[in-house]
Nanobody, 119 residues
Framework: QVQLVESGGGLGQPGGSLTLSCAASGSIVSTVMMAWHRQAPGKQRELVATITKDGTTNYGDSVKGRFTISRDNAKNTTYLQMNSLKPEDTAVYYC?????????????WGQGTQVTVSS
């Protein structure tokens, strides 16, 4: 079984920075693709950023130029560096991944971490 555990959420100031981490554990052969999503109250879940195993990244339009996704394959950990925070970045942030075990490649989700941007 595979688990994804997010950390690093909390209160951020407008214009400030926060870094989220997502640690994957379990019977992992490789992490094919990792992603961050977010969901604000009353809104649909939104894709924030993705990163492939070779480091190719993709970002949602609302965070381009402000957020950076990265990964440490040796640690099976994915990061989301969030700069120039805005109040509209307030949401629950979820880590997700397409992860290969001995059996197959499956999609996994973390439990989410709250990010609140407010002065």
């Amino acid at each position: 079984q595979v688990q994804l555990v997010e950390s690093g959420g909390g209160l951020g100031q407008p214009g400030g920075s926060l870094t989220l981490s997502c640690a994957a554990s379990g019977s992992i052969v490789s992490t094919v693709m990792m992603a961050w999503h977010r969901q604000a109250p009353g809104k649909q879940r939104e894709l924030v950023a993705t990163i492939t195993k070779d480091g190719t990244t993709n970002y949602g339009d609302s965070v381009k130029g402000r957020f950076t996704i990265s990964r440490d394959n040796a640690k099976n950990t994915t990061y989301l560096q969030m700069n120039s925070l805005k109040p509209e970045d307030t949401a629950v942030y979820y880590c997700a991944g397409a992860i290969a075990t001995m059996a197959r490649v499956s999609n996994y989700w973390g439990q989410g971490t709250q990010v609140t941007v407010s002065s």
